[in-house]
């Protein structure tokens, strides 16, 4: 297996290994589990993609979540980010699908309003926009270490509130539904997360994060907002264009994400599945009052 760097400092391309190896071969899932962790975002190519193997390969790594309430997939492992309806028609511009697709090109990290949070997310191109649509990452291990001392000192035992409606609401007011709003209420988490394998600490925020116990609600946004801009400055981005076949693989622990957009009479059609974080993966850390998912 070959380990091919492509990112500022993190992110690479897997070659010699792919997903039916992974899901099948405890050699070839040791190596690319170990890549995981260096590398935080994995990239590969060609694969031959299929629902069954995309579960197959994800549940390697541990458990899987059940995609949320009132989303395309609700009760399955996947989460369905398309544009497409089920006729072959596209989506308009105001539909609720395009709303979330915006949505996703706010920088986050997955399912930090979940309980448990996300290790990872496996990303599949099923159908992909001819321009744009790209997917663009930052490392939050890079994040964390470039807050001065004293700031980091601060941080090291603070907890952030994470809401899916907070985010949702930068879009459009009515874009996160009741029924969302009732099945994900806010939790918290620490704002340091401690990778238990190779000790790196990395900065845990999203677009969902809302507020940090203990700071005034202004205060706390401010905060927030600077800190994600010091993450994403340009130079530290890594992009991945997409192409069919291509399967992405990221860890939610050490990294943000966002969408990027693409014309709207272009179809896209992306299949996510999300795999939970356990205490091995330093969930316990991340808040020692609350009972281990």
Partial sequence: MD???????????????????VATDDAAYAAVRAAFEEHSVLVFRNQPITDELQVAFSRRFGPLETAKAASRGEGTPFSVLTNIEPDGTLVPPDHKEALRARANQLWH??????????????LSARVVAATGGETEFVSMRQAWNSLDDSLRARLDNAFAWHD???????????????????????????????????????LYIASHTCGIEGMAADDALKLIDELAAQATRPERIFQHRWRAGDVVMWDNRATMHRGRPWPDDQPRNMMRTTISATDADGLAAMWPQRTAA
């Fill in 3 to 21: 380990v091919i760097p492509l990112g500022p400092g993190f992110a690479a391309e897997i070659r010699g290994a792919g997903m039916a190896e």
């Fill in 109 to 122: 990290t997955d399912s930090c309003f979940k309980i448990p949070p996300a290790l990872a997310s496996v």
């Fill in 164 to 202: 899916y409606a907070h985010s949702r609401g930068k879009i459009a007011s009515h874009l996160a539904s009741e029924r969302e709003r009732s099945t994900m209420p806010p939790v918290s988490w620490r704002l340091r997360w401690r990778n238990p394998v190779n000790g790196r600490d990395a």
